[in-house]
Antibody, heavy 119, light 107 residues
């Protein structure tokens, strides 16, 4: 059974970089699209981006200038870095697995982690 | 980017009601649409993939359909556990997008 678990600081100061890690157990990082999604309080789901083939990425254009997704296959982890954060980046952040082949869908999710941007 | 315009943003319904939620894509996307159910404090749950295929373990009262660039999620008889927020999601583009969400509340 595949399991995903987000980890990282729950509080980040404005203008700093938000860093989260998703640890994948029960499966390999190959083949699939490893994805970050967020939900600001009271708002809907927002797709942030994904990484696949151990390095190829696709990002939400509205966040692209600030986002980096990377993968560490030796630890079976992938990570999110979001720079120059503001209060608008306060959200529950989810990692998820996109099947990477048709029909594409998110079949496994982490439970989500709340990140608050505040001084 | 492909925009998914979802409606309504919220609705009130009673147990047993038939509920319909619609997403309109900004361009042709074939059947590259999924539907998720999201409850507070939990990860979203896949209901329908490829526009009309029911995910394993999901009750048959949920169904999906497509007409051109319009996609519909139908709950044939609303149950108490169905009160949640529902999202459509397109995977036609390498830049994935969600609809704005529909909150289904108890009438």
């Amino acid at each position: 059974q595949v399991q995903l678990q987000e980890s990282g600081p729950g509080l980040v100061k404005p203008s700093e970089t938000l860093s989260l890690t998703c640890t994948v157990s029960g499966g390999s990082l190959s083949i699939y699209y490893w994805t970050w999604i967020r939900q600001p309080p009271g708002k809907g789901l927002e797709w942030i981006g994904y990484i696949y083939n151990s390095g190829s990425t696709s990002y939400n254009p509205s966040l692209k200038s600030r986002v980096t997704i990377s993968v560490d296959t030796s630890k079976n982890q992938f990570s999110l870095k979001l720079s120059s954060v503001t209060a608008a980046d306060t959200a529950v952040y989810y990692c998820a697995r996109d099947r990477g082949d048709y029909p594409y869908f998110f079949d496994y999710w982490g439970q989500g982690t709340l990140v608050t941007v505040s001084s | 980017d492909i925009q998914m315009t979802q409606s309504p943003s919220s609705l009130s319904a009673s147990v047993g009601d038939r509920v319909t939620i619609t997403c309109r894509a900004s361009q042709s996307i074939s059947t590259y649409v999924n539907w998720y159910q999201h409850k507070p404090g939990k990860a979203p749950k896949l209901l329908i993939y490829a526009a009309s295929s029911l995910q394993g373990g999901v009750p048959s009262r949920f169904s999906g359909s497509r007409s051109g660039t319009d996609f519909t999620l139908t709950i044939s008889s609303l149950q108490p556990e169905d009160f949640a927020t529902y999202y459509c999601h397109q995977t036609y583009s390498s830049i994935r997008t969600f609809g704005q969400g529909t909150k289904v509340e108890i009438k």
